[in-house]
């Protein structure tokens, strides 16, 4: 059983910053969870890719959209999460949710079936 809790959502003007964090615990240790996704979802809307690292082979991967904007890392350490977002934009207002998984090469990082661990989502609002 592995636990992800978000954290850091809230309320920006346009043009602002985040920084989000994913806290994640449990039976699986961190340095196995070698994936780490961020994904999206609004209210009627399909659960959409927005962040992903493979990070002990350094890749990354970013909704076109977000490139330039948005970067995800983690802290092994501290079994923290993150995706810092900046030059924030109303159209990415919605709710966030972190996720992670081992995944396998044959497994894409950018889809939400490759990951079986998922917390409850943190609310971002971006007003202009």
């Known amino acids: 059983q592995v636990h992800v809790a978000e954290s850091g959502g809230g309320l920006v003007q346009a043009g602002g910053s985040l920084r989000l964090s994913c806290a994640v615990s449990?039976?699986?240790?961190?340095?196995?969870?070698?994936?780490v996704g961020w994904f999206r979802q609004g209210k009627g809307t399909e659960r959409e890719f927005v962040a992903a690292?493979?990070?002990?082979?350094?890749?990354?991967y970013y909704k076109d959209s977000v490139k330039g904007r948005f970067t995800v890392y983690r802290d092994n350490a501290k079994g923290t999460v993150y995706l810092q977002m900046n030059r924030l934009k109303p159209k990415d207002s919605t709710v966030y949710y972190c996720t992670t998984d081992q995944l396998r090469d044959m497994d894409d990082a950018t889809m939400k079936a490759s990951y079986d661990y998922w917390g409850q989502g943190t609310q971002v609002t971006v007003y202009s």
């Open positions: 690292t493979r990070w002990k082979v350094g890749s990354t």
């Open positions: 449990g039976s699986i240790p961190m340095v196995d969870l070698n994936g």
